[in-house]
T-cell receptor, first 109, second 115 residues
Framework: GQNIDQPTEMTATEGAIVQINCTYQ??????LFWYQQHAGEAPTFLSY??LDGLEEKGRFSSFLSRSKGYSYLLLKELQMKDSASYLC??????????WGAGTKLIIKP | DVKVTQSSRYLVKRTGEKVFLECVQD?????MFWYRQDPGLGLRLIYF???????EKGDIPEGYSVSREKKERFSLILESASTNQTSMYLC??????????????FGAGSRLTVL
């Protein structure tokens, strides 16, 4: 079966760095997405990786290793507003999205 | 920016009632999706549509139907609501960014409680 694994919850301190991991087993691979979802709100797109390596967007970076079935989202200089759930999703060979359950990130002052 | 509007943020219905969830997008996108989101589970696709009058089953279509009579509107219908359909329902549409990612844009969600 197809599976996306990510930690259920993580806690970090304001100003610090946190890495949220995502491992996947899917039928084929056509890209990996990270979305951010604040409580009670819609998920919003953060990043997209289709080739191995690091994609940087300001304070957020996303890394992909297709051979290892692994990605991480790196958040630097954490702010209180970064408290949210982070969803990892992989597009399989049929171009269907498989979603992880999300990682709830709690930022403490 | 694409806007995806879901008509109801919160609904409370009784078992057996017919429920309509409406979704409207303003960017002339062909692709529209309905997901449900439950605690501890990833988003699960209920139905999607690639064009007017067209619909495709997702992973969990049982107990649901959809309607796409106009390009901008995609409706999710629960013919006879049951308590196990209590959930957050998310509508989404796709567009392309410069990398061709087909990024999903979501509506704010409709939280349905079935008593």
């Amino acid at each position: 079966g197809q599976n996306i694994d990510q930690p259920t919850e993580m806690t970090a301190t304001e100003g610090a760095i946190v890495q949220i991991n995502c491992t996947y087993q899917t039928s084929g691979f056509n890209g990996l997405f990270w979305y951010q979802q604040h409580a009670g709100e819609a998920p919003t797109f953060l990043s997209y990786n289709v080739l191995d390596g690091l994609e940087e967007k300001g304070r957020f970076s996303s890394f992909l290793s297709r051979s290892k079935g692994y990605s991480y989202l790196l958040l630097k200089e954490l702010q209180m507003k970064d408290s949210a759930s982070y969803l990892c999703a992989v597009r399989d060979s049929n171009y269907q999205l498989i979603w992880g359950a999300g990682t709830k990130l709690i930022i403490k002052p | 920016d694409v806007k995806v509007t879901q008509s109801s943020r919160y609904l409370v219905k009784r078992t057996g009632e017919k429920v309509f969830l409406e979704c409207v997008q303003d960017m002339d996108h062909e692709n529209m999706f309905w997901y449900r989101q439950d605690p501890g589970l990833g988003l699960r696709l209920i139905y999607f549509s690639y064009d007017v009058k067209m619909k495709e089953k997702g992973d969990i279509p049982e107990g649901y139907s959809v309607s796409r009579e106009k390009k901008e509107r995609f409706s999710l219908i629960l013919e006879s609501a049951s308590t196990n359909q209590t959930s957050m329902y998310l509508c989404a549409t796709t567009g392309r960014d410069l990398g061709g990612a087909n990024v999903l844009t979501f509506g704010a969600g409709s939280r349905l409680t079935v008593l």
